[in-house]
């Protein structure tokens, strides 16, 4: 599997300002997904990133809430912006990676950002 | 869109007895079927797969089950342990050719030494 790195860890931001999580894999992957974890639930994806292209946003997510880069095939970053105490959450990035049966759809996943909004 | 149910929400054995977790999935596209478990704190770590052309896959303690006429799939757990005690979720891809993973809602599992 892949050894995927998340920065910061966590962090405790004032309303109305913004994060940028990193993630950063040691090989080059397809694909990477960002998804949203809101405490003792389960996991939400938020979109899929693409690399060279605008990122696929589920329902219920936006751009102008969770940009979103993919510059290239080891690395993506997530924004939270105008953050609200509702946005108070585990964020984790994970990546496709070569299950060595012919599949990509094996994912695995980061270490996590833990954000507190307050 | 795909909907994954998983029951039970807690699970409480006695250390050494079996546990089984079950979810039930919409699509029937579908195929293929992770299943994570988290402990506290930790990110969710892959445990095991099944692929919709597979009924049954086994690795020592754990084993899955998948009934893709009824669309649902099973997490067997033998001879508990403590440390099996964690959060198991159950995924399920969205569609025949996606690579999105639709998630339950989790189960607690608690093994009583």
């Known amino acids: 599997s892949a050894v995927i790195s998340q920065k910061p860890s966590r962090d405790i931001c004032q309303r109305g300002t913004s994060l940028t999580i990193q993630c950063q894999v040691d090989?080059?992957?397809?694909?990477m997904f960002w998804y949203r974890q809101q405490p003792g639930q389960s996991l939400t994806l938020i979109a899929t990133a693409n690399q060279g292209s605008e990122a696929t946003y589920e329902s219920g997510f936006v751009i102008d809430k969770f940009p979103i880069s993919r510059p290239n095939l080891t690395f993506s970053t997530l924004t939270v912006s105008n953050m609200s105490p509702e946005d108070s959450s585990i964020y984790l990035c994970?990546?496709?990676?070569?299950?060595?049966?012919?599949?990509?759809?094996?994912?695995?996943f980061g270490p996590g950002t833990r954000l507190t909004v307050l | 869109g795909e909907n994954v149910e998983q029951h039970p929400s807690t699970l409480s054995v006695q250390e050494g007895d079996s546990a089984v977790i079950k979810c039930t999935y919409s699509d029937s596209a579908s195929n293929y079927f992770p299943w994570y478990k988290q402990e506290l704190g930790k990110r969710p770590q892959l445990i095991i797969d099944i692929r919709s052309n597979v009924g049954e896959k086994k690795d020592q303690r754990i084993a899955v089950t998948l009934n893709k006429t009824a669309k649902h799939f099973s997490l067997h757990i033998t001879e508990t342990q403590p440390e099996d005690s964690a959060v198991y979720f159950c995924a399920a891809t969205q569609g025949e050719y996606g690579n999105k993973l639709v998630f339950g809602a989790g189960t607690i599992l608690r093994v009583k030494s």
């Open positions: 994970s990546v496709d990676f070569w299950a060595g049966d012919g599949h990509t759809d094996t994912q695995y």
């Open positions: 090989s080059q992957v397809t694909m």
